[in-house]
């Protein structure tokens, strides 16, 4: 049996650095277990007291430990080929929190590389299959991290969180952008802060923000991106002024007239609702909307007002 | 730049007009932000980014999305629309930002990451031209003095100018204009101001900027960008005599004349102090949903116009029944469809196949001979495919001919209203 210890929060670059050291060596999948530094235990992905400080889970332990078998030659010996759909798959299933993906990857990339080259292509294979899952979550945590995260600002710098005061306090599009700073606290389901990180880096380059989470925090400083998976941060109790005006524009957005429960939780799973303050405004809207359907179904027309007449166009 | 010819009351706070001016906004079911051009932040000074597929981000308990800021610059209007809420018979409260307010919204929402950008639309004040220029006035600013490089929808008014017009498709990212019925008449006697043939000039105009954007000049230089994720319009459902099978065909050929990226349909929903002339009635949910899947199959999966409308009872698309399963029981003799052979056209055809299921198909046969498992493998409805299907261990004999089909492909939808309850509530 070959031990394999990855380090904690894998990624695609670094178990294939491995990887392909295994399959020169020519070891079956089945001969091998794998270890990440972060899989030891759930404790990322349920966050506990005890837990949050956790220095030592993030050791970087790349080196193999080979037990029984010979010594891995260079790497650099017989390439390996693979399809690019594999390294596009495996960059995203390697997020996933499961245990099994570094297992399910090597498994694939056997078969590719022994004598199903055309694997990726049959989807009805139950790895490949799997494999589209794990991908499928993976893709939808970071498109809804990208959608769900919402900043709030602070004053000062991320360690010492202050709720902005003003009551009103909009923006003020006077003040440079570069000298105000944002705070999100948001739980993704699979370690997507990277590619979460260069997301958020593109859109909002001109500020300085924060997403923490309970795996680690992204930080953007305007010139440098710095994901920390050692430092856990408690998801603070923030919320600035705008949340007021956003609360008002998502009652008022909403249709009465038409319910479709069904479909908003679809889109917006009620894990995500306790980190975005104006779904608390669920229950009363659905509830009070088929009254406010029925009485506008049966209200009286009304008098046109006394400048509708005076309204006209003028060229 | 301050209220003219209407006043607004100078007391209401920006809450205040914020909850008037989205609830005035609201029956515009348009809310996508896909398709714009991809940039970011990264050398500019302001905020923002854009490209790829668009991002809903939130959802509201009637099911659809929030994607963008969308309000009215002011629901004062001089027209008279009888489905409108904001049209100038009804007592609704009015209400209007001004520039800076639009802007602080817009830039204060993104920041906090609510939106994707804004979607602009207003009451005509004034003229048409006077109302178009203060909406393109918002644009250029979020544009050229912010740097704001997110997402820009702009309302078009038809009877601006064309020079207004460039200058619109020069900031935004997508314009529409909604042809709101399906029928040049309906619209005379619903929207007496508005005028079919000015809303398809208008949309000509706009394709041309869009399609001359896309060419290159004698030197080699592109053109000026012009409303990159082209343009869209919306059709209000259920608020005058049209059937499906027109509304269909409209679709269509908007689709064709113009090049539209979308047509948005709208259930015809209440709205408060509504018109004598227009009675309301049940947002025709389910009619609405069945009209989507059939813009679908004309977009994505090669059917035409008249081979869904051909289908239809008294015009009618069928509530209990999908309207790719409808299309199959009214032309048995298509099928079976061999998943092993026949080509991908062919293939789509088939009730419970989506493109997903397709591809998958196509990427597979190429190195063996598909069977039942090996679909179920790739397809959750392959319930509902099976009758239409052939593979290597299967024939449907004769399933296709079964009147039981019908029961088997179809929602459970017995009777319009009580049956749209069942489905949303």
């Known amino acids: 049996m070959v031990i394999v210890k990855l380090p904690a929060y894998c990624t695609f670059l670094e178990w294939r650095l491995e990887a392909r050291a295994l399959i020169q060596n020519d070891i079956q999948p089945k001969h091998i277990e794998w270890h990440a530094a972060d899989s030891e235990a759930d404790l990322l992905?349920?966050?506990?007291?005890?837990?949050?400080?956790?220095?030592?889970?993030?050791?970087?332990?790349?080196?193999?430990?080979?037990?029984?078998?010979?010594a891995i030659t260079s790497s650099e010996s017989t390439p390996i080929m693979v399809p690019a759909t594999f390294v596009r798959y495996g960059k995203l299933a390697i997020c996933h929190k499961s245990k099994d993906k570094f297992d399910l990857l090597y498994r694939l990339l056997w078969r590719i590389s022994h004598d199903e080259p055309h694997i990726l292509n049959m989807a009805m294979d139950a790895d490949v299959k799997k494999l589209g899952i794990y991908c499928k979550s993976v893709r939808r945590d970071l498109h809804k991290m990208t959608a769900f995260v919402r900043f709030d600002r602070v004053a000062k710098s991320p360690n010492q969180l202050f709720k902005t005061e003003h009551s009103d306090s909009l923006l003020n599009i006077a003040e440079p952008l570069n000298e105000q700073v944002?705070?999100?606290?948001?739980?993704?389901?699979?370690?997507?802060?990277?590619?979460?990180?260069?997301?958020?880096?593109k859109r909002f380059s001109n500020s300085t923000w924060t997403i923490a989470t309970p795996i680690g925090s992204i930080h953007w400083d305007t010139a440098r991106l710095t994901i920390d998976h050692s430092t856990l941060r408690e998801k603070p109790e923030l919320h600035d002024g705008v949340v007021a005006l956003w609360d008002t524009y998502y009652a008022s957005i909403f249709n009465p007239g038409r319910i479709k429960l069904k479909a908003m939780h679809a889109e917006m799973p009620r894990k995500y609702w306790h980190n975005m303050p104006e779904t608390r405004q669920i229950s009363a809207l659905a509830s009070e909307a088929p009254a406010r359907k029925q009485s506008m179904l049966a209200a009286e027309p009304s008098t046109p007002p006394r400048w509708a007449k005076k309204a006209t166009k003028q060229n | 730049m301050e209220n003219q010819t209407l006043i607004a009351p100078k007391t209401v706070t920006l809450n205040g007009k914020l909850k008037i001016l989205a609830d005035a906004a609201k029956y515009d079911a348009s809310c996508a932000s896909s398709g714009a051009q991809r940039r970011d932040s990264i050398k500019g000074a302001g905020m923002g980014s854009a490209g790829g597929t668009g991002i809903c981000h939130a959802y509201t308990p009637d099911g659809r999305c929030i994607s963008l800021l969308k309000i009215l610059l002011t629901n004062y209007c001089i027209y008279d629309c009888h489905y409108c809420i904001n049209r100038k018979s009804s007592n609704v409260t009015r209400a209007r930002f001004s520039v800076e307010e639009v802007i602080q919204l817009t830039l204060s929402f993104y920041q906090r990451n609510c939106i994707e950008g804004l979607f602009l639309s207003s009451g005509i004040i004034r003229s048409p031209d006077y109302t178009m220029e203060q909406i393109v006035?918002?644009?250029?600013?979020?544009?050229?003095?912010?740097?704001f490089r997110g997402y820009i929808h702009l309302k078009t008014i038809p009877d601006a100018s064309p020079e207004l017009l460039a200058l619109a498709g020069r900031y935004a990212d997508r314009l529409s204009i909604n042809v709101e019925l399906p029928s040049a008449d309906s619209l005379r006697v619903l929207a007496p101001e508005k005028n079919a043939i000015?809303?398809?000039?208008?949309?000509?105009?706009?394709?041309?900027?869009?399609?001359?954007?896309?060419?290159?000049?004698?030197?080699?230089?592109?053109?000026?960008?012009?409303?990159?994720?082209?343009q869209s319009t919306q059709m209000i459902i259920g608020a005058d005599q049209s059937n499906d099978s027109h509304i269909l065909q409209r679709s269509s050929q908007l689709y064709k004349d113009h090049r539209l990226r979308r047509v948005y349909y709208s259930a015809f929903s209440p709205i408060p102090d509504a018109s004598s002339q227009l009675p309301l009635i049940e947002p025709p949910l389910v009619r609405e949903h069945r009209l989507y899947q059939s813009d679908w199959l004309m977009r994505f999966y090669g059917f035409s116009a008249r081979e869904i409308v051909g289908t239809l009872k008294n015009g009618m698309l069928d509530l209990e029944l999908d309207p790719k399963s409808a299309w199959a029981l009214s032309n048995r003799q298509f099928f079976p469809v061999n998943v092993n052979k026949d080509c991908r056209e062919r293939l789509l055809r088939v009730p419970g196949f989506g493109t997903t299921t397709v591809k998958r198909i196509l990427e597979a046969r190429a190195y063996c001979r598909i069977r039942v498992s090996d679909l179920q493998g790739m397809n959750s409805a392959l319930k509902r495919s099976l009758p239409f299907v052939e593979a290597a261990d299967w024939h449907p004999g004769a399933a296709i001919e079964s009147t039981a089909l019908r029961d088997r492909l179809a929602t459970g939808v017995k009777n319009t209203i009580p049956g749209q309850m069942r489905l949303f509530a």
């Not at chain 2, 000509?204 to 000026?224: F, H, L, N, V, Y």
């Open chain 2, 137 to 147: 006035h918002i644009a250029s600013q979020l544009r050229e003095v912010h740097d």
């Open chain 2, 198 to 230: 000015s809303i398809d000039r208008a949309m000509a105009r706009i394709r041309t900027g869009i399609d001359s954007s896309k060419e290159k000049s004698i030197s080699g230089r592109c053109a000026p960008k012009f409303a990159g994720a082209g």
């Open chain 1, 182 to 201: 944002f705070y999100s606290w948001f739980e993704p389901e699979h370690n997507v802060l990277a590619q979460a990180g260069e997301f958020f880096k």
């Open chain 1, 45 to 70: 992905w349920a966050l506990t007291p005890e837990s949050s400080n956790r220095s030592d889970t993030n050791v970087v332990n790349v080196n193999c430990d080979i037990e029984g078998t010979a």
